[in-house]
């Protein structure tokens, strides 16, 4: 699998896509799309389901650095009974073919920009996994190049377009619990130690070296592979920009503020003596104090391990949770928490999910898919539902359609999460409150945290750096 592609080329077969593409008529309804998986893992197979399942979808091409996977993979669509698409070990030959409509995302962290920002000057609409970006610098290039070769550009933060948390954050808006002024973000999922792994030779049929891509070579090691390298900084945001970044979104997303002005976290990796660098506990404070605006603040927590659930959030139980559009007036009488509870049944427990506080009362989602509220000074329950996402054909609609102002969660929104994350992190990195201006997005006099949001230290290996756009 050769990488030795000319950068000047690759932008140039780029440019020429783009031409050729914005040259296309707006795509008809019943038009197929042709659209290439780049990452065939846990959320690769996910995309190819989706594909499988969006009518007029067709998956043209996947694309891995592992040609195990790639052959694991081939044998998912077959069952599928799709018919086998292109295959490619390098990403940039995938996207000089022309006939390709769109990509989804689903590689490691580190990769996601750079490859979203490729495909943007190839003239594909993208799809990318949650977090858009490894750093705050890299999601800023992304809006930019998404705006500048006008492409369709969606988060996977699929919480956006999801029936039963659009009504959720309607009520907050509507003033059900009245003026929302602290949002909370829970992420409290079961993770086991990695243990510790030494380095070790490359597996056969992986190209590690284009799986790093950006990110520095510090030696294989089994840790710093597969889904493990969520733990290194190098590779991965911790459960953060893992898990939390849905929850900070949407947390972000009802309490109906963008950037923050004061960010603080602290937090520590407890517990397990292993090679994990992340923190598995963090606890994270907002403040969005904007001049002519109501003071907001915003909490996160993750925790790794046993908790108790908040809200009912995760607690099992036979959900009495109607469909999204009924209201409260239509739903029989309350039931006790045990049967009525938020969350699955069985297994490890986990909290997942948001809270939103007013004067009124409170409102719980559990992720994605269902809420719950609670009124008045003696709790009573109020209005409740639930309802389904397809956050893929969101994406596909806009597509055809070529408006930006339909997608769920396009890449602007995305960024602006996702920042929050890079900033938690780096101020529990630093051991430090950040205070940022929302208008020039960046920390005010620290040069050390602005370094640190660029990944200025880590730098980027020859071939794989971010494109300046902005």
């Known amino acids: 699998m050769s990488i030795d592609i000319d950068r000047r080329d690759f932008l140039k077969t780029g440019a020429a896509a783009v031409a050729a593409f914005q040259a296309k008529t707006v795509l008809g309804a019943n038009d197929r799309v042709r659209v290439a998986v780049i990452g065939l893992r846990g959320r690769g197979l996910n995309h190819i389901q989706s594909i499988h399942a969006t009518p007029n979808v067709e998956l043209a091409a996947i694309c891995d650095i592992d040609e195990n996977v790639i052959t694991e993979r081939l044998g998912s669509v077959e069952k599928l009974g799709m018919p086998k698409p292109q295959t490619y070990g390098d990403v940039r030959k995938l996207l000089e073919d022309k006939s390709i409509d769109a990509v989804t995302i689903a590689t490691p962290n580190h990769w996601h920009s750079l490859i979203a920002i490729w495909a943007c000057q190839a003239g594909k609409d993208v799809y990318v996994e949650k977090p858009c970006s490894h ?96 733990w290194f900084w190098d590779t991965g945001n911790g459960d953060l920009g893992n898990q939390g970044i849905h929850e900070v979104d949407t947390a972000r997303w009802g309490l109906g503020v963008g950037f923050p002005t004061k ?64 209201s409260a007036p239509q739903q029989p009488a309350a039931k006790p928490a045990a049967t009525a509870a938020l969350g699955p049944v069985g297994g490890k427990p986990g909290t997942i999910g948001n809270i939103y506080y007013g004067p009124k009362g409170y409102l719980a989602i559990q992720e994605y898919e269902s809420y719950k509220s609670w009124l008045g000074d003696h709790n009573e329950p109020g209005p409740e539902g639930k309802g389904k996402e397809n956050h893929f054909a969101n994406f596909i609609d806009c597509v055809r359609s070529r408006k930006k102002e339909d997608l769920g969660a396009p890449i602007e929104e995305g960024h602006i999460s996702c920042t929050l994350v890079h900033l938690a992190n780096v101020s529990y990195r630093l051991g430090r409150t950040l205070n940022f201006d929302p208008a020039k997005e960046e920390v005010i006099n620290d040069a050390e945290a602005n370094r640190m949001l660029r990944d200025a230290d880590r730098g980027y290996r020859k071939g794989f750096e971010i494109p300046k756009i902005a």
Not at 181 to 199: A, E, F, H, N, V
Not at 300 to 308: A, G, L, S, Y
Request: aromatic letters at 12%; a positive charge.
């Open 263 to 326: 960010v603080s976290a602290m937090g520590g990796h407890f517990m397990f003596d292993d090679d994990q660098e992340t923190p598995n506990v963090l606890s994270a404070a907002y403040e969005f104090n904007m001049p002519g605006q109501p003071k907001r603040l915003m909490e996160f927590e993750v925790r790794h391990w046993m908790t108790n659930h908040e809200a009912e959030i995760g607690a099992g139980g036979k959900s009495s949770l109607p469909p999204a559009g009924l």
């Open 135 to 230: 750093n705050w610098y890299e999601g800023k290039q992304l809006v930019a190049a998404a705006n500048k070769y006008n492409r369709m550009v969606q988060h996977g933060t699929q919480s956006r377009s999801s029936a039963g948390a659009k009504e959720a954050i309607q009520h907050l808006r509507s003033g059900l619990i009245g003026d929302v002024y602290l949002s909370r973000g829970l992420c409290y999922k079961w993770r086991d130690t990695i243990g510790r792994t030494p380095k070790s030779a490359i597996p056969a049929g992986v190209n590690y070296d284009l799986w790093l891509g950006p990110a520095p070579d510090r030696g294989f090691s089994k840790n710093r592979f597969h889904y493990t390298w969520h």
